[in-house]
């Protein structure tokens, strides 16, 4: 993926649309940065502390928090290996000025023990992208993900898998229970959400989302731990 190239996108970018993810009200008061946090100048590099081993194969899995006008205000990325899909490392952008807009979950877009790095979205995705790309990781995995790709063209030139496409299936997912209600396909009818999900792998019924696009993504990579399938069952849930 050509990376310069790529942010072409963002010139392309049509008018937003309400997504279930968001919804229309007041802008919320611009986030301060904290000590966790850090801005980066457009004239600077962005840079992570996360540095990779080049002798695994890694995957990375990445989740997104929206504004009220449906833009992308941070980005979350969980970096796993790709056998045991451990968690090897995070990466966590908040975008500027789409934070200032305000959303949903604006509350807790500092609430996370991963460093955040505040830049503009031109920055972070040609970052990511390169990190990406130099750390040999063609594989993104996220939950519901092509809300996710549909909100980060610029990444369209990666292989995307949808980790809901598995997770939602009997035939997949062994911690689905017998009395659960199933379509002929085998996916629940209902309840097959991160958190519902979560409950069933870890019977831990008190777990909840945070909503941080960094901790969402740590824990979707979890359930792709928990449910233990080599990656290559993943290829029916390529996007």
């Known amino acids: 993926m050509n990376v310069n190239s790529s942010l072409d996108f963002l ?20 986030p301060k940065p904290t000590a966790e946090t850090k801005t980066v100048a457009a004239s600077k590099p962005v840079s992570a502390p996360f540095v990779p081993d080049s002798s695994k194969d890694m ?23 790709a056998e045991t899909f451990a968690l090897l490392g995070k990466r966590y952008y908040i975008f500027n000025p789409e934070c ?6 604006s509350g807790v877009m500092y609430k996370t ?15 990511i992208g390169q990190f990406l790309m130099d750390s040999g990781i063609s594989r993104i995995f996220a939950y519901n993900a092509k809300f996710d790709l549909g909100h980060l063209p610029e990444l369209c030139g990666f292989e995307w898998f949808d980790i809901m496409r598995i997770a939602a299936y009997r035939q997949y997912n062994k911690f689905i229970p017998e009395t659960a209600p199933c379509c002929k396909t085998g996916r629940l009818k209902t309840n097959y959400g991160v958190e519902p999900i979560m409950h069933m792998l870890t019977g831990n019924g008190g777990y909840r989302e945070t909503h941080n696009a960094v901790n969402d993504a740590c824990d979707e990579l979890k359930i792709v731990e928990l449910l233990a399938l080599p990656l290559d069952v993943y290829e029916c849930a390529r996007i």
Do not use: H
């Not at 995957?59 to 290996?81: C, F, P, Q, Y």
């Not at 023990?113 to 970052?127: G, Q, S, V, Y």
């Open 11 to 30: 010139n392309m970018i049509k008018t937003p649309s309400t997504s279930p993810r968001t919804k229309a009200t007041q802008p919320a008061p611009e």
């Open 113 to 127: 023990d991963a460093k955040a790095i505040t830049c503009t979205r031109d920055e972070a995705m040609a970052d």
């Open 100 to 105: 200032r807009v305000g959303g949903m979950f």
């Open 59 to 81: 995957i990375a899995v990445i989740d997104t928090e929206t504004n009220w006008r449906d833009e992308v205000m941070s980005l979350g990325v969980a970096l796993a290996d």
